[in-house]
């Protein structure tokens, strides 16, 4: 029941998001275990998700990030740092 819920309200996220397809957002950095990738919460939307890491940045530091792909269908939503 939780797995169908999370789906549901990523659908929605993607249609709330697909309009706003190659916009930039601030993000806050979360610790991620990675070197080559980082943990980010988007702001605007309370998203947690991963990006390819954009420098040093340390956790809690914002990062600008650009929305690149969301795909309702398939739940996918993909963010990029903002070079």
């Given at each position: 029941?939780?797995?169908i819920e999370r789906?549901?309200?990523?659908y929605?996220l993607?249609?709330?998001?697909?309009?706003?397809?190659?916009?930039g957002?601030?993000?806050?950095?979360l610790?991620a275990?990675?070197h080559r990738?980082?943990?980010?919460?988007?702001?605007?939307?309370a998203?947690?998700?991963?990006?390819?890491?954009?420098g040093?940045v340390?956790?809690?530091d914002?990062?600008?990030?650009?929305?690149?792909?969301?795909?309702?269908?398939?739940g996918?939503?993909?963010?990029?740092?903002?070079?």
């Open positions: 029941m939780i797995r789906q549901r309200e990523r929605w993607c249609r709330y998001l697909q309009p706003r397809i190659g916009e957002s601030d993000a806050l950095a610790p275990p990675g990738t980082l943990n980010v919460e988007v702001l605007a939307f998203f947690q998700t991963e990006i390819r890491q954009p040093n340390a956790p809690g914002t990062v600008s990030v650009r929305l690149g792909r969301c795909d309702p269908r398939q996918g939503i993909s963010f990029s740092p903002v070079q």
